[in-house]
């Protein structure tokens, strides 16, 4: 059985910085693309960053130039490193990991979420 596990939530005043990671366990033979998304309460869940087998990453607008997607393809691992958080970065982060490929399935996967609190 596949299962995302996230670390690296937490609070941190506005301007500062925290690292997101997301590990992904099971009898996994490849992955396509990993990435994380958020939902702040009241809102819908939206896309922050993707990255593929390649490395090849894509970002929402609102993070373009203080976020970074990196990913482990050996460790089955996702990383976000964000940077100059905003109060409005406040969120739950959800690990996401697309065409999950073991010996036996294929499937699509979330995490449980990790907290992200920015304080102003």
């Known amino acids: 059985q596949v299962q995302l596990v996230e670390s690296g939530g937490g609070l941190v005043q506005a301007g500062g910085s925290l690292n997101l990671s997301c590990a992904a366990s099971?009898?996994?033979?490849?992955?396509?693309?990993m990435g994380w998304y958020r939902q702040a309460p009241g809102n819908e869940r939206e896309l922050v960053a993707t990255?593929?087998?390649?490395?090849?990453?894509n970002y929402a607008d609102s993070v373009k130039g203080r976020f970074i997607i990196s990913r482990d393809n050996a460790k089955n691992t996702v990383y976000l490193q964000m940077r100059s958080l905003k109060p409005e970065d406040t969120a739950v982060y959800y690990c996401?990991?697309?065409?999950?490929?073991?010996?036996?399935?294929?499937?699509?996967?979330w995490g449980q979420g990790t907290q992200v609190t920015v304080s102003s």
């Open positions: 990255i593929t087998t390649a490395s090849s990453t």
């Open positions: 996401y990991a697309d065409r999950v490929y073991t010996t036996t399935t294929m499937g699509d996967y």
């Open positions: 099971g009898s996994i033979f490849s992955i396509n693309a």
